[in-house]
């Protein structure tokens, strides 16, 4: 199975800020996702990160909000703009090998 | 629209005490159910993916199951070890890619 290194694992950031976050995926892969997860709650999908063309977004996530990167089949970013303390959750970027979903270890976001 | 329902919400085992989760999905269509363990503050570990119904797996003290309306996590003679997030997704055939989570099941085992 895939190999996922998110950075940072956890950060406290002042409101109004912003964070980037980096997923490094050990072998290539055609989809990149994010997802996040708020206190107490499941994963809810933000985007989509695809390879070479705009990440495609679910409803309710923008990408002023959260743009994304994508630059090469090993790669991505997730940035989590102007943040407020409703942004303080677990992101977690994930990749689909055949059809089976592998998670990174999740960066903690704290927004004081 | 899929929808993944998963009880209980929380489960306080003795350790030893074999019990079961359940999870029970509306998708048109499954393409696949995942089962993932999480840790506190960590990312969701892979346990099991069931593709049809009546298809069984096994890992250690886990073992998942799958009728067209639901799963079940059997957890046999639990150790504290085994305390955990355990979540349940599926992947609706109408979805190149999307998973749909539950809320998951909080396992404690205690000694």
């Known amino acids: 199975s895939a190999v996922i290194s998110q950075k940072p694992s956890r950060d406290i950031c002042q409101r109004g800020t912003s964070l980037t976050i980096q997923c490094q995926v050990d072998s290539q892969v055609t989809m990149m996702f994010w997802y996040r997860q708020q206190p107490g709650q499941s994963l809810t999908l933000i985007a989509t990160?695809?390879?070479?063309?705009?990440?495609?977004?679910e409803s309710g996530f923008v990408i002023d909000k959260f743009p994304i990167s994508r630059p090469n089949l090993t790669f991505s970013t997730l940035t989590v703009s102007n943040m407020s303390p409703e942004d303080s959750s677990i992101y977690l970027c994930?990749?689909?090998?055949?059809?089976?979903?592998?998670f990174g270890q999740g960066t903690r976001l704290t927004v004081v | 629209e899929d929808q993944v329902t998963q009880s209980p919400e929380a489960l306080r085992l003795q350790e030893g005490e074999s019990s079961s989760l359940n999870c029970s999905y509306t998708v048109s269509g499954l393409r696949g159910l995942f089962w993932y363990r999480q840790d506190p503050g960590k990312g969701p570990e892979f346990l099991f993916t069931?593709?049809?119904a009546g298809e069984e797996k096994e890992k250690e003290r886990l073992k998942a199951t799958l009728t067209k309306k639901e799963s079940f996590l059997h957890i046999t003679a639990p150790k504290p070890e085994d305390s955990a997030t355990y979540l349940c997704?599926?992947?609706?055939?109408?979805?190149?890619?999307?998973?749909?989570f539950g809320a998951g099941t909080t396992v404690t085992v205690r000694a």
């Open positions: 069931l593709y049809s």
């Open positions: 994930s990749v689909l090998e055949n059809t089976e979903a592998f």
């Open positions: 990160a695809n390879q070479g063309s705009e990440a495609t977004y």
């Open positions: 997704a599926v992947h609706a055939r109408s979805n190149d890619y999307k998973l749909s």
